[in-house]
């Protein structure tokens, strides 16, 4: 085609032809490539600038307070009192065990402070006693001294005979060593009466352990009737049967909460930098798509999951490798009333509102 000569179209509308100046066509694809190169470039920083606010993981899990139901004492199980699935409050009866055993121990447990009560009180009055026998023997000591006296003034006079004066010398010293006997004898009943011998005997040592054994005969057998801690729903109650020996510390059941319930999230570290407890967070459970529930970030734990396995890394081996962590973030969770109902060990998804913004100067400054 020679140059300068204007090339015809022809258009799709009417089949007119139009003209298309080549000087235009030489200009247009340029502007058209860098306005695509500048529309990705624009795209790009708009997503950049607007990311970075939310952090998430589909590494979530529905978690609730859950407990084995047990009990410190052992005994046979005489009546089961709930059912598989059942809901209960707290201090409802789960569980009662044969109590009769513990009844006969709180039995000889109040004997036993009955006696101790009886046994204070003889030694009391066994040391009035012996006051009264070392006041007596007081006496016959004075009786013996003035004895001694009046023969050791005479003997050598020959008024009595050495036998008389050796007589009174011996019964004197009878009498003082009987004296210090009954001493020591008070002495070692004031000990046993904590030192003071008018005390109540609610103060002495032996009456508070006939107390303290009398209590936790009682604490045993109220604990013989298994009681719900916390409201929830119980469950592998089958497990459990009338006539079975529970033994001390053995789980009967589960009891799962249905109040206190949250999510862990297991994020990657590196999602981590500009979560802070108290950040917003919506969660969504694969058991109800579409539902959403709200919540918050109430802690993040202080070391990463594998911190806390039996056997952690060992990274100063030659062949380490490097691997993201992923740290546990508690979110508590809003459960409204008229909400679907979350079960314990369903798997969410979550995301977290951070809320923080990208500037262009952290791109320029990085």
Avoid: C
């Amino acid at each position: 085609m020679p140059e300068g000569s204007i090339r015809t179209e022809r258009s799709a509308d009417d089949g007119t032809a139009a003209a298309v100046p080549p000087k235009r066509r030489r200009w247009l694809r340029p502007v058209l490539m860098l306005g695509g190169v500048l529309a990705v470039v624009a795209g790009a920083g708009a997503v950049w600038l607007h990311g970075g606010r939310y952090a998430g993981t589909d590494d979530a899990y529905v978690q609730a307070d859950k407990l084995l139901v047990s009990t410190d004492v052992a005994g046979i199980v005489r009546a089961i009192a709930v059912r598989e699935g059942e809901v209960v409050t707290p201090g409802q009866v789960l569980v009662k065990l044969d109590a009769a055993p513990f009844e006969f121990a709180v039995q000889q447990a109040a004997a036993q402070v009955s006696q101790t009560a009886l046994n204070l009180h003889a030694m009391q009055a066994d040391y009035r006693r012996i006051q009264h026998d070392i006041a007596a023997q007081e006496a016959a000591v004075q009786l013996a001294q003035a004895s001694y006296d009046r023969t050791a003034q005479i003997v050598n006079s020959g008024a009595v005979t050495r036998a008389s004066f050796d007589q009174n010398r011996f019964g004197l010293q009878q009498a003082q060593q009987q004296l210090e006997s009954l001493r020591v004898q008070a002495q070692v009943q004031l000990a046993k009466l904590g030192g003071e011998a008018d005390a109540p005997v609610e103060q002495h040592p032996d009456w508070r352990a006939a107390q303290a054994h009398l209590a936790e005969a009682k604490r045993q057998l109220d604990h013989t009737t298994l009681r719900a801690p916390f409201a929830g729903t119980v469950t592998q109650v089958s497990s459990l049967q009338p006539g079975q020996y529970l033994g001390a510390a053995t789980p009967a059941f589960a009891l799962v909460s249905d109040r206190n319930i949250w999510v862990d999230a297991l994020p990657k570290e590196t999602d981590l930098t500009h979560v802070k407890p108290g950040d917003a967070a919506t969660i969504t459970v694969d058991t109800y798509p579409g539902v959403t529930w709200t919540g918050a970030v109430e802690s993040i734990s202080p070391a990463s999951g594998s911190t806390f396995s039996v056997l952690p890394a060992q990274n100063s081996s030659g062949n380490w490798v490097k691997v993201v962590q992923r740290i546990p973030v508690r979110i508590r969770v809003e459960q409204p009333a008229e909400g679907p109902k979350l079960r314990a060990g369903m798997s969410a998804v979550v995301s977290i509102d951070t809320g923080h913004e990208r500037h262009l100067s952290d791109l320029i400054g990085g």
